[in-house]
C-alpha cells in the first residue's frame, strides 16, 4: 500500500565546505545552491555571478594547528627570552659591569697582576663579535616567529570579516531591506574613498 500522507520535506541543499586543497575547485556537490536573495546578493557582490560565494585561498584548520604547534617549539621560545633580555637595560648594565672588570685586570688597574688579555683586547674583541653574530641570529628567528603569529591573526581577521559580511547581508535581507541597494552604496563609498586618498597622496605637500 503506497504511503499517501503528508509529504517528506526534500533535503537541504548541501552548503559549500571548504576546498581539498588551496586553491583546489569545488566539485558540484560541494558548490552551495544560492537559493536565497541574500545569497544571491553576496554571489553578484564579488563581481562575477557564477552561482558560488567566495572561495579564498586559506589555511585550513589542521594548518592552523600546526603552525600553533611550531610557535610553542623550545627552541622558539628560548630565542624569544634571549631577545627580550638583550633588548633590556640589565643586559647593558651587565656588559657595563663585564667590560669594566675586564679592561680593568688587564690594565692593571685591579692589582691581581693576572693580565690575561693585554691591550688592544683581541680576545675581548671576538667574543663580543661572536656575542653578536648570536644575539643577531636570536633576533631574526624572533622576528620570523612574530610574522608567523601576524599571519595566524590576519587569517582570522580575513574569515571573520567574509563571516560577517554574509551575516549582515541575511539579517538586512530579514529586515526587508533593499541589499542591492546597500552594495551599490557599499561599493561607491569604496571607490570614492580611493579617488579621494589617491587625490590627497597626488597633491604637492
Not at 564579488?46 to 592552523?64: C, F, I, K, M
Not at 561599493?187 to 605637500?205: F, H, N, S, T, V
Request: hydrophobic share 45%; proline share 5%; glycine share 10%.
Amino acid at each position: 500500500m503506497t504511503d499517501t500522507g503528508t509529504p517528506k520535506p526534500e533535503d537541504p541543499e548541501p552548503l559549500s565546505t571548504v576546498a581539498p586543497g588551496i586553491g583546489a575547485p569545488l566539485s558540484d556537490h560541494e558548490m552551495h545552491a544560492l537559493t536565497c536573495p541574500a545569497c544571491q546578493v553576496i554571489d553578484r557582490a564579488d563581481g562575477v555571478e557564477d552561482g558560488q560565494l567566495w572561495r579564498p585561498n586559506h589555511y585550513g584548520t589542521s594548518a592552523e594547528r600546526k603552525l600553533v604547534a611550531m610557535l610553542q617549539r623550545v627552541q622558539g621560545q628560548a630565542a624569544d627570552g634571549i631577545t627580550n633580555f638583550a633588548g633590556s637595560m640589565r643586559f647593558i648594565y651587565l656588559h657595563i659591569g663585564w667590560f669594566g672588570v675586564w679592561i680593568a685586570i688587564n690594565v692593571g688597574l685591579a692589582g691581581v697582576g693576572h693580565e690575561f688579555d693585554k691591550f688592544p683586547f683581541g680576545l675581548l674583541t671576538m667574543i663580543v663579535s661572536l656575542e653578536a653574530i648570536f644575539l643577531s641570529t636570536f633576533v631574526m628567528i624572533s622576528q620570523n616567529r612574530q610574522a608567523q603569529r601576524g599571519d595566524i591573526r590576519n587569517q582570522i581577521d580575513f574569515e571573520n570579516n567574509i563571516r560577517s559580511e554574509i551575516w549582515s547581508v541575511h539579517v538586512g535581507h530579514a529586515l526587508g531591506l533593499d541589499v542591492d541597494h546597500v552594495e551599490r552604496v557599499v561599493q561607491l563609498a569604496i571607490e570614492g574613498a580611493a579617488i579621494a586618498l589617491k587625490d590627497a597622496q597626488a597633491a604637492p605637500g
